[in-house]
């Protein structure tokens, strides 16, 4: 992953998307211990105090944990919590403001529905 430094959301935020991301994908799983901030830091050129601040937003949210002298971990049920949190939060924003575009362009409910079903078998097609 890259960090986009000209985004509209801090780089931090990035940082515990991206970690959230790795959780979803199963690249880190259920007990396993989280890069540290001067792993993160090392690999995205960034401040360890930024890293850090991304780190925390995981813990805060029950993502991960942290055993003392040892780390941080991801907690058990990381991958439903995200789940969930990106299925209420980002995912109604995302369809809000393509709403708000689909009104603005007068796409008609069915049409965009149609639309967004062939996007959807497009994708299916694409996996198999």
């Known amino acids: 992953m890259i960090l986009n430094s000209d985004s509209m959301k801090p780089i931090y935020i990035q940082i ?12 880190l799983k259920e ?7 001067y792993q993160l830091a090392e690999m995205f050129n960034i401040n360890p105090a930024t890293a850090a601040k991304g780190l925390n937003i995981l813990v805060d949210e029950t993502i991960a944990y942290k ?7 991801v907690a058990p049920n990381a991958k ?3 789940l969930h949190k990106r299925r209420s939060q980002v995912l109604k924003q995302l369809i809000n403001e393509i709403v708000l575009e689909a009104k603005h362009l007068d796409v008609k409910e069915t049409e965009l529905m149609d639309l967004i079903h062939q ?8 996996k198999e």
């Open 67 to 73: 055993k003392r002298g040892l780390g941080l971990f």
């Open 31 to 37: 007990g396993e211990r989280i890069y540290s901030q």
């Open 80 to 82: 439903q919590f995200i």
């Open 16 to 27: 515990s998307e991206w970690l959230e991301t790795e959780i979803l994908r199963a690249n």
């Open 119 to 126: 996007v959807f078998n497009e994708i299916e097609e694409d």
